[in-house]
């Protein structure tokens, strides 16, 4: 092997770590991150951790596939912002489902400006649960995360007001639901205490420090936080259904991709997102929002978008565990 052959083998090994650690920034259920990335010398490698899963919130693991997919989509974003051209397998041994994916590098390409201010988003994004403020977010940015969304294969449909009124009733039932399974109530506090593994999990400081009043209700996490919601309502949030045609594993991993992508390029524009699973994680309030859908699609998740509230500061970053832990190397020695 020739010293350019061999720096060149060394510079995409490096790529590769690099983007692994770089979609540890993605976002999670619960920041359970439940991804591990083994670096090949020009591959990486995406498997799910199913001791990270949530069996009673998530027990088809289809939340921890979205998840996954959000890593995927940092760690692709990642590398085309070094000027790696990334190709994509999703799913790619029928006989091992924990491989989600395996990304490839081929030639350098031309650095990709936009890929590399999307990456300095991946460090400030993060989940600002309070109500947001009387500023409506521009049609014109809505538009724009909806197209992100769209690239990577999944939509996001912004819903009017009757559909508002649907969800908020869809969500409302799924907490009294989710309040009425001790399993699921179980999952729940062990993920927002310090029960939870270093590095993971929910602390207070970015949960409410009381159940702000919405009309769309969020999770009830079971105890106060730390976090002030002040005087907001929500009035001049918009809400929106993340969705596609399938309701396979593949389909979930790509819904993950798209709201990285749209969660991003909100962060770019200065608009909140907050995803809202619940909804999701009962059978069947996730069934009626896919009659909102008129039966045409499959719900994956619901974010409220809104432009934070100015005048107080928001919630710090989540925990994330350290690369050692969640990137594995030994294949390079």
Do not use: K
Request: glycine share 8%; with cysteine; net charge negative.
């Amino acid at each position: 092997m020739s010293h350019e052959t061999s720096g060149q083998e060394r510079g995409a090994a490096t790529a590769l770590v690099e983007a692994a650690a770089t979609a540890g920034y993605a976002p999670s259920l619960h920041n359970t991150q439940p991804w591990r990335w083994r670096v090949l010398p020009r591959q990486l490698e995406l498997h799910a951790v199913r001791e990270r899963q949530l069996p009673a919130t998530d027990p088809q693991a289809q939340l921890l596939t979205l998840s996954c997919g959000t890593a995927l989509h940092h760690a692709t974003t990642a590398l085309t912002a070094e000027g790696w051209n990334a190709t994509v397998e999703r799913f790619p041994d029928p006989a091992d489902e924990n491989l989600l994916a395996r990304i490839t590098i081929g030639e350098r390409i031309t650095v990709d400006p936009e890929a590399m201010r999307t990456v300095q988003c991946m460090r400030m994004r993060h989940t600002d649960r309070r109500p947001v403020s009387e500023e409506p977010v521009a049609q014109e940015d809505l538009y724009a995360i909806g197209r992100s969304a769209d690239a990577q294969g999944a939509r996001l449909q912004l819903l009017d007001t009757d559909q508002m009124m649907t969800l908020a009733a869809a969500a409302a039932q799924a907490a009294e639901v989710e309040a009425n399974d001790p399993e699921f109530q179980a999952e729940l506090a062990y993920w927002t205490s310090r029960g939870a593994p270093g590095g993971t999990g929910l602390p207070v400081e970015v949960l409410p420090a009381s159940h702000p009043q919405t009309t769309v209700p969020g999770r009830d996490f079971g105890r106060a936080g730390t976090l002030p919601i002040g005087p907001g309502h929500d009035r001049a949030a918009t809400f929106a259904l993340l969705n596609g045609d399938e309701d396979e594993p593949v389909s979930w991993l790509r819904a993950g991709e798209a709201l990285s992508a749209a969660w991003l390029t909100a962060t770019r524009l200065g608009v909140s997102v907050v995803p809202l699973s619940g909804v999701i994680e009962v059978a069947g309030t996730r069934q009626a929002l896919r009659v909102m859908l008129a039966g045409l699609g499959y719900p994956y998740l619901v974010l409220r978008l809104g432009i934070a509230d100015p005048e107080h500061a928001g919630p710090p970053h989540t925990p994330r565990l350290p690369t050692e832990q969640v990137v594995d190397t030994t294949a390079l020695r």
